[in-house]
């Protein structure tokens, strides 16, 4: 059974930090690139920063870059997010994702977790 597990997220000040974890279990985590979306209200799903399969390569959008950092423990099939400097546009809840594109098939699988929430306000 496939599980993504966010946890880290809460209330915290403009210009201050917070790490989100997602703990995966039920697939080969090294197989898969691992991502942070968000959703704030009112708003469209957005790619926040994604990490290659082979850990090495890392995209973040460009609101986030220089402040956010996504980082892997392939020992632990955890994926991680660093948020510095936070700012109330960054409120949202942070979800996270596994995907994989099977070679030859292209057959795409994604994988989402519950979310979890993140409060910028003083």
């Known amino acids: 059974q496939v599980r993504l597990v966010e946890s880290g997220g809460g209330l915290v000040q403009p210009g201050g930090s917070l790490r989100l974890t997602c703990v995966a279990s039920?697939?080969?985590?090294?197989?898969?690139?691992m991502s942070w979306y968000r959703q704030a209200p009112g708003k469209e799903r957005e790619l926040v920063a994604t990490?290659?399969?082979?850990?090495?390569?890392?995209n973040y959008a460009d609101s986030v870059k220089g402040r956010f950092t996504i980082s892997t423990d392939n020992a632990k099939n955890t994926v991680y997010l660093q948020m510095n400097r936070l700012k109330a546009e960054d409120m949202a809840v942070y979800y996270c994702?596994?995907?994989?594109?099977?070679?030859?098939?292209?057959?795409?699988?994604?994988?989402w977790g519950p979310g979890s929430q993140v409060t910028v306000s003083s």
């Open positions: 039920g697939f080969t985590f090294s197989n898969y690139a």
């Open positions: 990490i290659t399969s082979a850990g090495g390569s890392t």
């Open positions: 994702n596994a995907t994989r594109v099977a070679p030859i098939t292209m057959w795409r699988y994604a994988y």
